[in-house]
């Protein structure tokens, strides 16, 4: 599965940003796809998952409320919609895809077996 991600760039506090993660190849062998962040010299931190096969999301208790992942499956295409962004959220986001059981919860970063390039996401204030 090859991944595809884009969509970052400079905001300005309170503005939005959309993301886009598209998938390629054998994507039948995943049915999760997620977003991750991370900062210069901080390990990648979970932000928002979706199991599409169980149609369940799951979102780090930062960005709930503010952000919303979606799909769409006929483009394989993940997207995640970041409203009223501060600059705690600036970082280096990575989209990943894996198969996770449905059910159990998303967060956990060894579940993604494959992962897109970073985009940049900076919130000036």
């Known amino acids: 599965v090859q991944l595809q991600a884009s969509g970052g760039g400079l905001v300005q506090v309170g503005d939005s940003l959309r993301l886009s993660c598209t998938a390629s190849g054998r994507t039948q062998i995943v049915n999760t796809m997620g977003w991750f962040r991370q900062d210069p010299g901080k390990g990648r931190e979970f932000v928002a998952a979706y199991n599409y096969a169980a149609g369940t999301t799951q979102y780090t208790n930062s960005v709930k409320g503010r952000f919303t992942i979606s799909r769409d499956n006929a483009k394989n295409t993940a997207y995640l919609m970041m409203n009223n962004l501060n600059p705690a959220d600036t970082a280096v986001y990575y989209c990943?895809?894996?198969?996770?059981?449905?059910?159990?919860?998303?967060?956990?970063?060894?579940?993604?077996?494959?992962w897109g390039q970073g985009t940049q996401v900076t919130v000036s204030s």
């Open positions: 990943a895809a894996g198969q996770i059981p449905i059910g159990r919860d998303m967060d956990l970063i060894t579940y993604y077996t494959h």
